[in-house]
């Protein structure tokens, strides 16, 4: 509770997304050349009690220093290690993440995950520019939870060497991700077919699925009384 991450993302839709001007350069580099009309892109950590800026990354610079300058500076949902050193950033128009190590202050490695998007899909039907939307990491440090937003799949990846297992055809445009308390699962919502799903990091199966209301987006971990919620059954599926 000291530390604030706090990420800006610009503005995500302006007249100069068109593919006419990007689409030649997305194919090639995965940026748009006019991708600075977006605005001021930045990354801090700021002192909870004091709201003092502590830092600010530099994410242009790092990425040009790792070789992945074509990349977004604009930092999506992000996930970290419990000892807050190593982050992980979902960043704008990329299937992926990317490892950053926050003492250093550079970026390690990038991880690449499947683009399913196919060729019809242009750079501004992305969902506010949002290729993936949503990471969580287990209590344990070694397994991501990835919402595939734009692929509508759900990526489960190994933290040492990125490897991964699909888990597709469960639901539509997933947004957001969160570890339960326990640590053992990640809680997936599914906002194009009003559905949030359950996944145990080690198994990988998905043990629950529930309906719920229009367009979920984030999820929290909360408690309500029993009485509640004891005529609804089990949510667990068999």
């Known amino acids: 509770g000291k530390r604030i991450y706090h990420a800006s993302i610009g503005t995500v839709y302006t007249p100069l997304d068109s593919e006419l001007l990007g689409g030649v350069t997305d ?3 995965g940026k748009n050349l006019l991708d600075a009309t977006k605005g001021e892109r930045v990354f801090q950590v700021v002192d909870a009690d004091s709201l003092e800026i502590i830092k600010t990354l530099d994410l242009e610079a790092d990425l040009e220093a790792a070789g992945y300058g074509n990349l977004s500076t604009a930092v999506r949902p992000m996930a970290h290690t419990a000892d807050e050193r190593y982050f992980y950033f979902q960043l704008s128009f990329l299937h992926g993440f990317i490892e950053y190590d926050m003492e250093e202050q550079k970026v390690l490695r990038l991880a690449e995950l ?6 019809l899909v242009t750079r501004e039907t992305y969902v506010n520019d949002s290729a993936h939307h949503g990471i969580a ?7 991501f939870c990835v919402a595939g937003t734009m692929s509508d799949y759900v990526a489960l990846v190994d933290r040492d060497d990125f490897s991964y297992e699909l888990k597709t055809g469960i639901g539509e445009k997933p947004y957001w991700v969160t570890t339960s308390k326990d640590g053992d699962h990640c809680y997936v919502s599914w906002s194009g077919t009003d559905q949030m799903s359950v996944f145990n990091y080690t198994s990988g199966q998905e043990v629950a699925r529930v309906d719920v209301g229009d367009h979920p987006q984030r999820i929290r971990e909360g408690s309500v009384p029993q009485d509640w919620v004891e005529d609804q059954g089990s ?4």
């Open 27 to 29: 194919a090639l580099l």
């Open 114 to 119: 499947p683009d399913l998007t196919g060729p």
């Open 137 to 143: 990491l287990s209590a344990d440090d070694s397994t």
């Open 235 to 238: 949510l667990f599926l068999p």
